[in-house]
């Protein structure tokens, strides 16, 4: 019997992650409140809310994806900006220095839940301000964590990605697999097209 795949996340990103290595997911985005706890650490964060927004949407029975993305430097979490002011700040906050990507995943398949943590270490090279101020100006920044998106015109400021860069887009393509894998044996029937 096809199981269909449900992303629960309304990422553009995630969704073209997911429909470069075949699949075809339903799209239903999680009624979730992404604020973190007191104290919380990045990672049981980024796992939490990953498991939250899986658990709103993919019922028993269906196989499903969720993610959650945090940029962190100087233990500090950077969200999404939201505002040209914000975005700045956080750029020339990421300027000529090396962050960490942290992203939670978790993985439904039947009744059978599995969860994990990826973690990517980026560099940036120094920025000038009026560099950062035209990348600002495109609007670009305002709803990506940490104000860059790796895949579109923040790609220019990274000089070095250690680790998984799928994880920096959004969806660590490698961990989807390998916790479909254990949770099922092998994942859910992908509609067209073929993996990489």
Known sequence: MTRQLVLA?????????????????EVRAPPVDE????DEDPAAMVERLALAKLHSVVVAGETGIAADTAVVVDGRVLGKPGTPDRARSMLMMLSGRTHTVVGGIAVRSGSND?????????????????E?????????????????????????????VDGCRDNVVGLSIGAVM???????????????????
């Open 9 to 25: 996340s309304g990422s553009p990103q995630r969704l073209t992650l997911l429909r470069g290595v075949g699949f075809d997911p």
């Open 35 to 38: 604020t973190p706890l007191p």
């Open 114 to 130: 599995a969860s994990g943590v990826i973690t990517t270490r980026v560099t940036f090279r120094d920025l000038t301000d009026e």
């Open 132 to 160: 950062v101020n035209e990348y600002v100006s495109t609007g670009e920044p305002l709803d990506k964590a940490g104000g860059y998106a790796i895949q579109g015109g923040g790609a220019r400021f990274v000089t070095e």
């Open 178 to 196: 390998e916790l479909l894998s254990v949770l099922g044996g092998q994942p859910p029937p992908r509609s067209g097209g073929s993996s990489r």
